[in-house]
């Protein structure tokens, strides 16, 4: 390495964001530094004379930062060339210069199809690195059959009479989906787009910084840009399965939530964006960034119709009176008075006076009468106007107007104010949609630490009341601990869960399976829940997802080879690699480190095989049972 090199390096190696435990140079986390003119950064290349001298012009005095060829050389092969950057670059993967092509700007970078969810890659348990191991990007002309539909399989249905395998599906059937969120939803576009009343998501957040509090059991480390792309891909899927007049209710934190509102305008359209609903999640907090606790998330709510429609509401008890003088014909009180002053309705600026008493009520000069000095007799006639005296049961100083039971819209639901999920939130005691509410009912199921920061059950319970109807069909595919389908379950809503995490037998099949045998924790009191019900619960057919779960717990050279082996054997192979160029450089792939072949295995995957394909599920060589070929040919609607 030249010395030019070195010192570049050692400059670099004050900053400790740039370099991973293991000590390796974290060329990304670097790149993405310059070409956001870090502060930090900038001030340690300036106090370094050589890298002061390279990447500073004087313009009147002042030193400018040539970001661009800053950006080439940490991207340039020479730079601390790994022994997997030499072997990569040997299969074609730079240009003629042997220059990185993704850093040259003869390049167009589109916006990509960029999943960063592969299975395996991203619990944390697994996932010590300070970047995403397995992140790869996948330009639109390499995505042919990526989101072409899948094969279910393991088709089995959960009742109170147990479990069953089942080779049929019926429209009415709850489901949970085991397998990639992404590749799901695209299954489930082609069955019940148009069809999801009300979707909820609590997905993995995005921290400026690492830290404990993830939505699930995720790797929360994501770049900026790759967070947004792993949201625009599934929030696109899921607004063309929202049904007409559906909603969406996305649970975000605050450093995430105004990058998102930005992306989901323009997903879902700014005049579709119904409201942010704040969310108190803990009482405060004193070790805290400029002394301020920050103690709220957020839910951003979108819909997919005009404001002219009024998606949400809640249906509103009214007390009815019942009177010999309108028998048979319920009546309630409503306010009398209009919003207008005086100076806008001077004719609804008058004294009342009691047709029976004689007794006089003024009107309000900022709050006028809801009728005319003219119209008053035509209203009082009708019975529109209660008067104090007029009943001994009322109790009110003051006209007001009555409204019939029959007149009343029934189907009509009142506003939603927007912290209806919450209930008074600056009041402590009323904290019921806190994160340790969510905690405290997974720990009363499963014990403790099975699953940090769950959402409450009554959160919800309050969306799914203002947002649907009972037989309404809800979606959750970020499913984590199961809290959306169980408390679907509970208030007679059918839905879909999907999840691709191990823990999904565990934790969500586990909770519904109790729901059904009625289980009397969360909302099952407030809604009566006594048990009953069913779901089927299904997984994605793997394909290569099955060398990439291999891929991420392998240990030995051994199992390398054999992964490499069956790889190959199976010509499901990138697009991006010539089979000849890998035979002529065997031993070159041998000689890297482990992590160093299984990033290249990783590569070497055609992504658009990760799952089988409906289009291929009499394929032999995937080996799809009769039973499975059954239940998903059902399940499509194509017996």
Same mark, same amino acid.
């Given at each position: 390495?030249?010395?030019?090199?070195?010192?570049?390096?050692?400059?670099?190696?004050?900053?400790?964001?740039?370099?991973?435990?293991?000590?390796?140079?974290?060329?990304?986390?670097?790149?993405?530094?310059?070409?956001?003119?870090?502060?930090?950064?900038?001030?340690?290349?300036?106090?370094?004379?050589?890298?002061?001298?390279?990447?500073?012009?004087?313009?009147?005095?002042?030193?400018?930062?040539?970001?661009?060829?800053?950006?080439?050389?940490?991207?340039?092969?020479?730079?601390?060339?790994?022994?997997?950057?030499?072997?990569?670059?040997?299969?074609?993967?730079?240009?003629?210069?042997?220059?990185?092509?993704?850093?040259?700007?003869?390049?167009?970078?589109?916006?990509?199809?960029?999943?960063?969810?592969?299975?395996?890659?991203?619990?944390?348990?697994?996932?010590?690195?300070?970047?995403?191991?397995?992140?790869?990007?996948?330009?639109?002309?390499?995505?042919?059959?990526?989101?072409?539909?899948?094969?279910?399989?393991?088709?089995?249905?959960?009742?109170?009479?147990?479990?069953?395998?089942?080779?049929?599906?019926?429209?009415?059937?709850?489901?949970?989906?085991?397998?990639?969120?992404?590749?799901?939803?695209?299954?489930?576009?082609?069955?019940?787009?148009?069809?999801?009343?009300?979707?909820?998501?609590?997905?993995?957040?995005?921290?400026?910084?690492?830290?404990?509090?993830?939505?699930?059991?995720?790797?929360?480390?994501?770049?900026?840009?790759?967070?947004?792309?792993?949201?625009?891909?599934?929030?696109?899927?899921?607004?063309?399965?929202?049904?007409?007049?559906?909603?969406?209710?996305?649970?975000?934190?605050?450093?995430?939530?105004?990058?998102?509102?930005?992306?989901?305008?323009?997903?879902?359209?700014?005049?579709?964006?119904?409201?942010?609903?704040?969310?108190?999640?803990?009482?405060?907090?004193?070790?805290?960034?400029?002394?301020?606790?920050?103690?709220?998330?957020?839910?951003?709510?979108?819909?997919?119709?005009?404001?002219?429609?009024?998606?949400?509401?809640?249906?509103?008890?009214?007390?009815?009176?019942?009177?010999?003088?309108?028998?048979?014909?319920?009546?309630?009180?409503?306010?009398?008075?209009?919003?207008?002053?005086?100076?806008?309705?001077?004719?609804?600026?008058?004294?009342?006076?009691?047709?029976?008493?004689?007794?006089?009520?003024?009107?309000?000069?900022?709050?006028?009468?809801?009728?005319?000095?003219?119209?008053?007799?035509?209203?009082?006639?009708?019975?529109?106007?209660?008067?104090?005296?007029?009943?001994?049961?009322?109790?009110?100083?003051?006209?007001?107007?009555?409204?019939?039971?029959?007149?009343?819209?029934?189907?009509?639901?009142?506003?939603?104010?927007?912290?209806?999920?919450?209930?008074?939130?600056?009041?402590?005691?009323?904290?019921?949609?806190?994160?340790?509410?969510?905690?405290?009912?997974?720990?009363?199921?499963?014990?403790? +630490?099975?699953?940090?920061?769950?959402?409450? =059950?009554? !959160?919800? *319970? $309050?969306? %799914?009341? @203002?947002?649907?109807?009972?037989? &309404?069909?809800?979606?959750?595919?970020?499913?984590?601990?199961?809290?959306?389908?169980?408390?679907?379950?509970?208030?007679?809503?059918?839905?879909?869960?999907?999840?691709?995490?191990?823990?999904?037998?565990?934790?969500?099949?586990?909770?519904?399976?109790?729901?059904?045998?009625?289980?009397?924790?969360?909302?099952?009191?407030?809604?009566?829940?006594?048990?009953?019900?069913?779901?089927?619960?299904?997984?994605?057919?793997?394909?290569?997802?099955?060398?990439?779960?291999?891929?991420?717990?392998?240990?030995?050279?051994?199992?390398?080879?054999?992964?490499?082996?069956?790889?190959?054997?199976?010509?499901?192979?990138?697009?991006?690699?010539?089979?000849?160029?890998?035979?002529?450089?065997?031993?070159?792939?041998?000689?890297?480190?482990? +992590?160093?072949?299984?990033?290249?295995?990783? =590569?070497? !995957?055609? *992504? $658009?095989? %990760?799952? @089988?394909?409906?289009?291929?599920? &009499?394929?032999?060589?995937?080996?799809?049972?009769?039973?499975?070929?059954?239940?998903?040919?059902?399940?499509?609607?194509?017996?």
């Amino acid at each position: 390495m030249t010395k030019f090199y070195e010192a570049v390096l050692d400059v670099l190696k004050q900053d400790n964001r740039f370099f991973s435990e293991e000590g390796i140079l974290l060329r990304n986390a670097v790149y993405e530094a310059t070409m956001q003119m870090d502060a930090q950064l900038i001030r340690l290349l300036l106090s370094n004379e050589v890298t002061k001298e390279q990447f500073f012009k004087d313009v009147d005095g002042i030193s400018v930062f040539d970001k661009v060829e800053f950006g080439w050389v940490v991207n340039n092969k020479e730079f601390l060339p790994d022994s997997y950057t030499r072997f990569k670059n040997k299969i074609g993967l730079a240009d003629d210069n042997g220059d990185i092509i993704s850093s040259k700007g003869t390049v167009e970078l589109v916006f990509p199809y960029k999943d960063c969810v592969l299975e395996g890659g991203q619990t944390k348990d697994e996932q010590k690195r300070s970047e995403i191991f397995y992140n790869e990007t996948l330009a639109p002309d390499e995505v042919d059959r990526l989101f072409y539909p899948k094969v279910l399989i393991n088709a089995k249905k959960y009742s109170l009479t147990g479990v069953e395998t089942v080779n049929t599906f019926s429209p009415n059937d709850n489901m949970i989906i085991k397998g990639n969120n992404l590749m799901a939803l695209s299954s489930l576009l082609k069955k019940y787009a148009g069809q999801v009343k009300c979707i909820y998501i609590d997905p993995p957040y995005f921290f400026r910084e690492n830290k404990a509090t993830d939505t699930f059991k995720y790797n929360s480390n994501f770049h900026l840009s790759s967070w947004l792309v792993f949201m625009k891909d599934r929030l696109s899927i899921a607004k063309k399965i929202m049904k007409p007049g559906g909603t969406i209710w996305i649970s975000i934190n605050e450093d995430g939530m105004h990058y998102l509102k930005v992306m989901a305008d323009d997903i879902f359209g700014a005049d579709h964006f119904v409201g942010t609903v704040p969310r108190r999640t803990r009482s405060g907090k004193s070790d805290v960034p400029f002394n301020f606790s920050q103690d709220f998330d957020w839910i951003l709510v979108y819909t997919n119709v005009s404001d002219n429609e009024k998606i949400v509401g809640r249906k509103v008890e009214r007390k009815y009176y019942e009177t010999p003088d309108y028998p048979g014909n319920p009546w309630r009180l409503a306010d009398l008075t209009s919003q207008q002053p005086a100076s806008k309705r001077p004719n609804s600026y008058f004294t009342m006076i009691d047709p029976k008493t004689g007794k006089e009520y003024p009107a309000s000069e900022k709050r006028t009468w809801a009728v005319t000095k003219d119209t008053f007799e035509y209203y009082y006639n009708l019975g529109a106007i209660v008067f104090p005296d007029d009943y001994e049961f009322l109790n009110i100083s003051k006209p007001y107007a009555r409204k019939f039971k029959s007149d009343d819209n029934s189907g009509k639901l009142s506003a939603v104010i927007s912290d209806v999920l919450i209930q008074d939130f600056l009041k402590e005691l009323l904290c019921d949609c806190k994160n340790m509410d969510g905690n405290s009912q997974i720990d009363d199921l499963f014990g403790r +630490d099975e699953f940090d920061y769950a959402k409450p =059950e009554n !959160l919800i *319970k $309050n969306i %799914l009341e @203002v947002s649907t109807e009972e037989g &309404d069909l809800v979606m959750d595919f970020f499913l984590g601990s199961g809290t959306t389908c169980a408390v679907a379950h509970k208030m007679n809503r059918r839905y879909i869960g999907v999840d691709q995490m191990d823990y999904i037998e565990r934790l969500a099949v586990e909770r519904i399976k109790k729901v059904i045998d009625g289980e009397n924790g969360g909302i099952s009191a407030d809604v009566d829940w006594q048990g009953g019900g069913s779901f089927i619960y299904c997984e994605l057919a793997k394909a290569n997802q099955n060398f990439v779960d291999e891929i991420q717990t392998a240990t030995t050279i051994d199992e390398i080879k054999d992964i490499y082996d069956r790889i190959i054997a199976t010509g499901f192979i990138s697009s991006k690699v010539n089979p000849k160029d890998i035979d002529a450089n065997v031993d070159d792939f041998y000689s890297l480190s482990i +992590d160093d072949q299984k990033r290249f295995l990783m =590569e070497l !995957l055609d *992504k $658009n095989l %990760l799952y @089988v394909n409906y289009c291929d599920i &009499d394929d032999e060589e995937y080996g799809i049972s009769e039973d499975d070929k059954a239940f998903t040919r059902s399940f499509y609607g194509e017996v």
